[in-house]
């Protein structure tokens, strides 16, 4: 039985098996290209004659599933084919728009989109009679490149190159867009960004290969897997965690088939009712030749690597394991909806290389701020947290202490005024903690039996306020809070008076009985004096 594929519920250029799992796929964001990507084919390699087993003629127009790219992994450059559809498209569009976790479509399907680009100001769609230009579907992202025009079958000495920004699938049409306009019946050259095209390829190759001994060794179905943009971990989504012994055990087991060099070719069938072949059922409605009445049978392409797996799946992948070079499986997973956990991976020289370079960095950076060793930087880590807990706990005993010192003065300073009703004070306290308003509700806390104890027609209220001074570090950027508590009618008017004092853009707030508000930027020379004036206006 064949294990379910992912890789055909969106933009896909072949099948969906039929029994689908449900899938959350993920086209990455265009790769950071390494500046030497290390271990990639030659130009010597070819893709073996065997790989693409296609037992049907192939038509003179190369559609969506038996496209140069599909045939040939390997292929960098076609040498030449012909223009046969040059629209301007006005105005063009955009790409679509990033999401942190990816739009949502059909039947849990889900893109990630590429990595956000300025939308051209001109664009053209262009339809070739070929092309080694990978259309985005399946998980993978689409290729970029170039197309060059051929003068005689060669580039001219002012060869111009028209740059491909993206190629979709429509219908069965793979559409290029495109910078300039090319004529129709031009023939050009056609390039791959190969950087581009072997990461996306290493991931998805890789993928399968992970998948399938997932499913295999431990009965573990993958049901649903990301591409992410280089050089970041991609991840198979599973039914449970596996254990970190299994994690390790699928890593070596990959490697070992990888350097076993099991060798990788696809099947190519048409989905008529003459072959037998069917489609499965959440293939995209669009999947299918246009309204034109042009027969053109959509293809199955099923993924095969010996001994191991079969696949049904439209993206590009390498003749044999072997180019992989290396799969790395991250130790760890992460729990999400229910049981299921996903697991990290990355694939190929290039992008695990690059990977444990930019983890190594920060990790020995951070060894030399903790002072130890990078192996020992988990535990001197936990003892920097525990330190920071108990440190935290301190300081809150300290302010509640403090904040009972701190009600007491306002206490007997209040007391201690004459020739006026009730009691009032006001106080400024420099703080330029995040926090400041929970001191002040410990001070207020600690006044509020007071204030109770005087009954209910004794007249009185006080204003607290804290924050960054002029003197404070990140002063302007701190802030501050105000408290006022006390008598209903007396906070209210002292509420009032505040943000008629120091403006509405400096300090907002509200309440009945318990009146706070928010002080943006730093408290200046005199507005302690200012506090006070305005409780003695109040209370007047």
């Known amino acids: 039985m064949l294990r379910q594929s992912l890789h055909c519920l969106r933009l896909s250029t072949l099948l969906v098996p039929r029994r689908l799992l449900a899938t959350t796929m993920a086209t990455a964001a265009q790769p950071l290209a390494p500046t030497a990507p290390p271990l990639a084919p030659t130009s010597s390699e070819s893709t073996p004659p065997d790989y693409a087993r296609i037992n049907f003629p192939l038509p003179e127009k190369r559609y969506v599933g038996i496209l140069a790219c599909q045939r040939d992994p390997l292929l960098a450059t076609l040498n030449s084919t012909q223009v046969v559809r040059c629209d301007k498209v006005n105005p063009a569009p955009p790409p679509a728009a990033p999401t942190a976790k990816g739009a949502k479509h059909k039947k849990g399907a889900s893109v990630q989109a590429e990595q956000q680009q300025e939308q051209p100001k001109d664009e053209w769609e262009v339809e070739l009679l070929d092309t080694v230009l990978f259309p985005e579907g399946g998980g993978q992202p689409s290729d970029t490149g170039a197309l060059v025009p051929l003068v005689g079958g060669q580039a001219g000495d002012a060869a111009r190159r028209v740059n491909v920004r993206q190629v979709i699938r429509r219908n069965l049409d793979a ?15 056609v390039e791959v960004d190969m950087q581009r095209r072997l990461d996306h390829q290493d991931q998805h190759t890789g993928q399968h290969l992970l998948s399938a001994v997932f499913e295999r060794e431990y009965n573990l179905d993958t049901l649903s897997w990301s591409l992410q943009r280089f050089p970041e971990l991609n991840y198979v989504e599973l039914p449970r965690a596996p254990t970190p012994a299994e994690l390790a055990a699928v890593q070596q087991r990959c490697n070992d088939l990888i350097a076993e060099a099991r060798n990788v070719h696809v099947r190519f069938e048409l989905a008529t009712k003459e072959t037998g072949v069917e489609l499965g059922e959440k293939v995209p409605d669009d999947y299918k030749a246009d309204e034109s009445g042009e027969q053109r049978p959509p293809v199955q392409r099923t993924v095969t690597i010996d001994g191991i797996d079969e696949n049904p799946c439209c993206g590009t992948h390498y003749p044999s394991l072997s180019y992989l070079r290396v799969l790395h499986l991250a130790p760890y997973t992460t729990p999400i909806r229910g049981t299921n956990a996903r697991v990290y991976f990355a694939c190929g020289a290039s992008r695990v290389l690059a990977y444990l370079a930019t983890q190594a960095s920060p990790l020995r ?55 006026t009703k009730g009691r009032r004070a006001s106080t400024l306290r420099e703080d330029d903690a995040t926090n400041s308003l929970e001191f002040l509700s410990t001070v207020a806390a600690e006044l509020k039996p007071r204030l109770d104890a005087l009954g209910t027609g004794a007249e009185a209220f006080f204003v607290l306020a804290c924050g960054a001074t002029a003197g404070s570090p990140n002063a302007a950027a701190a802030g501050g809070a105000v408290l006022i508590v006390g008598s209903e009618a007396l906070v209210l008017a002292a509420g ?14 509200g309440g009945k009985g318990r009146w706070q508000g928010k002080v943006t930027g730093k408290w200046e020379n005199g507005d302690a004096l200012l506090l006070k004036k305005i409780v003695d206006e109040v209370a007047a």
């Not at 559409?175 to 050259?189: C, K, Q, S």
């Not at 951070?366 to 936990?382: E, N």
């Not at 009032?496 to 707030?509: D, P």
């Open 496 to 509: 009032r008076r505040v943000v008629e004092t120091f403006g509405k853009e400096r300090v907002k707030g």
């Open 365 to 419: 950076d951070a060894a030399l701020a903790a002072g130890c060793a990078a192996p020992d930087l988990p535990g001197k880590v936990d003892q920097l947290v525990q330190g920071v807990t108990e440190g935290k706990r301190r300081e809150k005993r300290m302010a509640t202490e403090l904040a009972g010192f701190v009600a007491r003065d306002l206490w007997d300073q209040a007391g201690g005024a004459e020739g």
């Open 175 to 189: 559409v290029h867009f495109v910078d300039a306009p090319i004529e129709v019946g031009t023939h050009v050259r």
